[in-house]
């Protein structure tokens, strides 16, 4: 599960931006750039609650301006020479400014932290369940969203799900019973808060 959305990795991530040297833009334009498609991710994942991926997108929307006027004031220090140390005082100045949003939407998701682990986590599970509908069960059975008895029914003839799920209609409906179970789950979380 590491490849996938990961709220715990975006908290790095972020961090990881935050502690870089002012003048290390080779290596906030790396980050940045992993950064940027995880936190894609995540509002995708989080459009489930629409007040939340409101709020999500209204963070978004100022990092992604002070990234870009970043990357554009790097492109500008590479490419002129005459005007090079000014280039390089914007971008320093530049990175100042993504790093004070990076610290919004630190705070923002730490708020939100339960929401957000639990929207990643339905993401990851959706594209497991497209991928390999074994590792979806095993999936659903670590994060408590289906019972221990379900989970020894399934498991108890584990090589015949292959056969079965050549079948593509019967793969969707697996599909759909796995977002039926998220939701259950869902259900659960709020009736417990």
């Known amino acids: 599960m590491e490849q996938g959305l990961n709220f715990d990795t975006v908290l790095t991530e972020v961090d990881q931006i935050l502690e870089l040297h002012p003048k290390d833009f080779r290596k906030t334009k790396f980050l940045w ?3 940027d ?3 894609e991710k995540m509002l995708d994942a989080a459009k489930i609650d629409a007040v939340r991926y409101r709020r999500l997108c209204e963070i978004l929307t100022p990092l992604r301006t002070a990234a870009s006027k970043l990357m554009q004031s790097m492109s500008n220090a590479k490419r002129g020479v005459s005007m090079r140390d000014d280039w390089i005082r914007f971008a320093e100045h530049d990175l100042v ?3 004070d949003e990076l610290l919004a939407l630190k705070e ?3 708020e939100d932290a339960d929401f957000l682990k639990f929207a990643c986590l339905r993401a990851q599970l959706r594209e497991l369940g497209r ?3 074994e590792r979806l069960f ?3 059975y670590r994060a408590g969203a289906i019972s221990e008895r379900t989970w020894v029914l399934l498991m108890a003839q584990p090589n015949s799900w292959k056969n079965v799920l050549k079948d593509r209609e019967l793969s969707n409906k697996l599909e759909q019973i796995s977002a039926w179970l ?3 789950e ?3 979380k709020e009736r417990r808060n």
Do not use: C, H, M, V
């Open 33 to 35: 750039g992993k950064l």
């Open 37 to 39: 498609q995880r936190l």
């Open 186 to 188: 869902d259900l659960r």
């Open 182 to 184: 998220l939701e259950l």
């Open 108 to 110: 923002s998701i730490i």
């Open 131 to 133: 991928a390999n509908p």
């Open 97 to 99: 400014t993504l790093k």
């Open 138 to 140: 095993e999936e659903l």
